[in-house]
C-alpha cells in the first residue's frame, strides 16, 4: 500500500538516495564486522561491545527503511517559475517590523533544516507562508509570540 506522498527537492532527493546507498553498502557491513568482532572476542553475547553494536544495527536498518519509504513516496518539487506567489521549493526574503530580514526555502518535511533556513510546508511558519504573494503581510503564532512579517521576494 502506497504511504502518503513526500515532496522533496531534487537536491533533497539525490541527498537522500546517497545516504540509503552509504548505509546499505557501507554502514550494514561495518555494523555487522562489529557484532562478529564482539561476538569473537569474548565468546558471550552479553558483552556492552555486542549490544552496542546490536543497537546501531537496529539503528541503521530503521533508517534504511525510513529512507526507502521516502524516496518510494517520494514527489520531486519542480521549481516554481512565475514567482508571483510562494509554493513548495519557493526561497521567500521576509522582513520584520524591525527591518531585519530573513530568507527561508519551503521545502517538505523530509528535508526541512532550520538551522539552514528550509522549513517545512507543514511547519506553522511555512504553512502561513504558502500562497502569499510580494507585499503581503503574514502573522504566525509563536510560542516566543506572534511574528509578523511582510514578503520582500520570492525566487
Given at each position: 500500500?502506497?504511504?502518503?506522498?513526500?515532496?522533496?527537492?531534487?537536491?533533497?532527493?539525490?541527498?537522500?538516495?546517497?545516504?540509503?546507498?552509504?548505509?546499505?553498502?557501507?554502514?550494514?557491513?561495518?555494523?555487522?564486522?562489529?557484532?562478529?568482532?564482539?561476538?569473537?572476542?569474548?565468546?558471550?553475547?552479553?558483552?556492552?561491545?555486542?549490544?552496542?553494536?546490536?543497537?546501531?544495527?537496529?539503528?541503521?536498518?530503521?533508517?534504511?527503511?525510513?529512507?526507502?519509504?521516502?524516496?518510494?513516496?517520494a514527489?520531486?518539487?519542480?521549481?516554481?517559475?512565475?514567482?508571483?506567489?510562494?509554493?513548495?521549493?519557493?526561497?521567500?526574503?521576509?522582513?520584520?517590523?524591525?527591518?531585519?530580514r530573513?530568507?527561508?526555502?519551503?521545502?517538505?518535511?523530509?528535508?526541512?533544516?532550520?538551522?539552514?533556513?528550509?522549513?517545512s510546508?507543514?511547519?506553522?511558519?511555512?504553512?502561513?507562508?504558502?500562497?502569499?504573494?510580494?507585499?503581503?503581510?503574514?502573522?504566525?503564532?509563536?510560542?516566543?509570540?506572534?511574528?509578523?512579517?511582510?514578503?520582500?521576494?520570492?525566487?
Amino acid at each position: 500500500m502506497p504511504g502518503k506522498s513526500v515532496p522533496l527537492t531534487k537536491e533533497g532527493l539525490a541527498k537522500l538516495q546517497k545516504e540509503l546507498d552509504e548505509l546499505i553498502n557501507v554502514r550494514r557491513a561495518e555494523v555487522a564486522q562489529r557484532i562478529h568482532d564482539a561476538k569473537e572476542m569474548v565468546g558471550a553475547q552479553n558483552t556492552p561491545e555486542y549490544e552496542d553494536a546490536r543497537n546501531e544495527q537496529a539503528f541503521v536498518e530503521g533508517r534504511i527503511l525510513t529512507l526507502e519509504s521516502i524516496i518510494q513516496n517520494a514527489v520531486v518539487i519542480e521549481e516554481a517559475h512565475d514567482h508571483k506567489r510562494v509554493a513548495l521549493g519557493s526561497a521567500v526574503t521576509v522582513q520584520n517590523h524591525k527591518g531585519e530580514r530573513e530568507t527561508y526555502t519551503i521545502v517538505g518535511s523530509a528535508e526541512a533544516d532550520p538551522k539552514e533556513h528550509r522549513i517545512s510546508n507543514e511547519s506553522p511558519v511555512g504553512h502561513a507562508l504558502l500562497g502569499k504573494a510580494v507585499g503581503d503581510e503574514v502573522q504566525v503564532q509563536a510560542p516566543a509570540g506572534t511574528l509578523r512579517w511582510t514578503i520582500l521576494s520570492i525566487n
